[in-house]
């Protein structure tokens, strides 16, 4: 079945610096969606991208939709502390009814 | 973005019991909306697809009768935990897709804590 390989597990970072994520994929997706979460909340939206290609910021974030349709990435820059939390990506294969595939997380310290 | 709501946001309750938790879609429509647990430090396993009108898809290994889903209506998915064990606390969140993008885009639940004692 499809899976999804999320890397780095883990980061512990100073803030103020930038950061770097990615995920990666056997298959194809027609839909890249990372989320964020935090402890005893559900996770939160934080971009979709919907063609290959594209690239997208919220603020401080930025992610891309990889040319190949298998991969994507979140960069998040100047982190601060309320950046705290486990981010998910996600892959989407063909329409909005179609289940999502979530990679196992980034979960992301920051030291002070 | 979309908001979906769920209730109860935590729950205790006795082994034996059935505990009902609710998924609305406040502010659009979802045939389709979607249940998944999470354990502690680990990412959301999907349980079942709730399907508006007709029977849940459940994946392998979730046991259907143990965990029934109804989809009453286009903004309310219910999750059923009957004759719950301690084996079946966890996290519980629901997600339902809106028509952002060319092919939609999922938004989540805050979560239920459920806890069985």
Sequence with gaps: GQQLNQSPQSMFIQEGEDVSMNCTSSSIFNTWLWYKQEPGEGPVLLIALYKAGELTSNGRLTAQFGITRKDSFLNISASIPSDVGIYFCAGQLMNRDDKIIFGKGTRLHILP | ?117
């Design chain 2, 1 to 117: 973005g979309a908001v979906v709501s769920q209730h109860p946001s935590r729950v205790i309750c006795k082994s034996g019991t059935s505990v009902k938790i609710e998924c609305r879609s406040l502010d659009f429509q979802a045939t389709t909306m979607f249940w998944y647990r999470q354990f502690p430090k680990q990412s959301l396993m999907l349980m079942a697809t709730s399907n508006e009108g007709s029977k849940a898809t459940y994946e392998q290994g979730v046991e259907k009768d143990k965990f029934l889903i109804n989809h009453a209506s286009l903004t309310l998915s219910t999750l059923t935990v009957t004759s719950a064990h301690p084996e079946d606390s966890s996290f519980y969140i629901c997600s339902a897709p809106t028509l952002e993008g060319a092919f939609g885009t999922q938004y989540f639940g805050p979560g239920t804590r459920l806890l069985v004692l």
